[in-house]
């Protein structure tokens, strides 16, 4: 059970459209589609921005977007905004009821 | 509103048992549309998957933990609970407890819900 991949880091500025992938395998994102992705603000909890691939939570606004293709998930974050340079982590389904995390992307507004 | 709320010692010796407890408020533990979990963060580093528990009572944990971790429920308290034998300094991190829920289409997913998290550092 290895931990999902994600980049490191990414930049963008205010305004522009950015997207963060999470590479899995066959034994999770490439089996399953219950993948969700999470926005940490440093020193808090992760909060629930996407779940079942491609669905909001209540309250999540809709610059928040998730897809999924094949072994990759994707969020993508439209209209930039200084508030949202934070940690963002994918979790994936891996079977028998176990889930994985990816390593996290530190997002950088400019 | 359901909040989460977990506790523990912040300081564990080597080789010792990390336990924490969650406190639900608000909501009740043994709901059948959710399950618990626990995920822990290493400082500086990326969040894994500890365990969960369902309303059957039933468990589940990661592979590589398996062998030494141990979550429960307790429904009159109304909170779960965390036991990690045999700690070492790479167990420290803040540890969360989680809420899971269930789909419309009878999947489950995770983390619609989080604690604040408490830090655990393990060291003599």
Request: glycine share 24%; no cysteine; proline share 0%.
């Given at each position: 059970q290895s931990a999902l991949t994600q980049p490191a880091s990414v930049s963008g500025s205010p305004g522009q459209s950015i997207t963060l992938s999470c590479t899995g395998t066959s034994s999770d994102l490439g089996t399953y589609s219950l993948v969700s992705w999470y926005q940490q603000q440093p020193g808090t909890a992760p909060k629930l921005l996407i779940y079942d691939a491609n669905r909001r939570p209540s309250?999540?606004?809709?610059r928040f977007s998730g897809s999924k293709s094949g072994n990759t998930a994707s969020l993508t974050i439209s209209g930039l905004q200084a508030e949202d340079e934070a940690d963002y982590y994918c979790c994936s389904y891996a079977g028998n009821r176990n889930w994985v995390f990816g390593g996290g992307t530190k997002l950088t507004v400019l | 509103q359901l909040q989460l709320q977990e506790s523990g010692p912040g300081l564990v010796t080597p080789s010792e048992t990390l336990s924490l407890t969650c406190a639900v408020s608000g909501g009740s533990v043994s709901s059948s549309d959710y399950f618990w979990g626990w995920v822990r963060q290493p400082p500086g580093k990326g969040l894994e998957w500890i365990g969960s528990i369902y309303s059957s009572g039933t468990t589940y944990y990661k592979p590589s933990l398996k062998s030494r971790v141990s979550i429960s429920v307790d429904v009159s308290r109304n909170q779960l609970s965390l036991r990690l034998n045999s700690a070492t300094a790479a167990d420290t991190a803040v540890y969360y407890c989680a809420r899971g829920f269930l789909l419309q289409n009878f999947d489950w997913s995770i983390g619609d819900l989080w604690g604040q998290g408490t830090l655990v550092t393990v060291s003599s």
């Open positions: 309250g999540i606004s809709d | -």
